[in-house]
Nanobody
Framework: VQLQASGGGLVQAGGSLRLSCAAS????????MGWFRQAPGKEREFVAG????????YYADSVKGRFAISRDSAKNTVYLQMNSLTPESTAVYYC??????????????????????WGQGTQVTVSS
C-alpha cells in the first residue's frame, strides 16, 4: 500500500490550499484516514481524521472551522481543504491510513500509532 500526498506549497496568510492523498495497492482497504503535521522542532500532531465508511470527521481544536477533511471512495483519495491559513500552519503534512480494523473509539483517530500506512509528506509554508 502506498499513500501519495500532494498539494502543498507556499501561500500567504489568509490563503487556502487543498491537500490530496491518493492510496494505491492491490488490496488496499481502509477504515480510517487522517492528516497529521509536523512543524520544525515540534512533535507530530493530529490535524484531521475521517471514517472511511460514513461521514464522521474529527479535527484538532486549532483547525476547527478552517480545515475540512473529505474522501472520494471511488478514487481512494482523501482531501484536506485548508482555509484561512496562518504562519502557525507551516509544517510537513502527512496522510495516514488505518487498515487493521475499525476504530474502537473516537480517540483512535487522533493517535498516530493507530494508523498503519503513512505518506511521504507534503510541505506547507504560510508566509505572514
Amino acid at each position: 500500500v502506498q499513500l501519495q500526498a500532494s498539494g502543498g506549497g507556499l501561500v500567504q496568510a489568509g490563503g487556502s490550499l487543498r491537500l490530496s492523498c491518493a492510496a494505491s495497492g492491490r488490496t488496499f482497504s481502509s477504515y480510517a484516514m487522517g492528516w497529521f503535521r509536523q512543524a520544525p522542532g515540534k512533535e507530530r500532531e493530529f490535524v484531521a481524521g475521517i471514517r472511511w465508511s460514513g461521514s464522521n470527521t474529527y479535527y484538532a481544536d486549532s483547525v476547527k472551522g478552517r480545515f475540512a477533511i473529505s474522501r472520494d471512495s471511488a478514487k481512494n483519495t482523501v482531501y484536506l481543504q485548508m482555509n484561512s491559513l496562518t504562519p502557525e500552519s507551516t509544517a510537513v503534512y502527512y496522510c495516514a491510513a488505518r487498515s487493521r480494523g475499525p476504530c474502537g473509539s473516537v480517540n483512535c483517530y487522533y493517535r498516530g500509532i493507530e494508523y498503519d500506512y503513512w505518506g511521504q509528506g507534503t510541505q506547507v509554508t504560510v508566509s505572514s
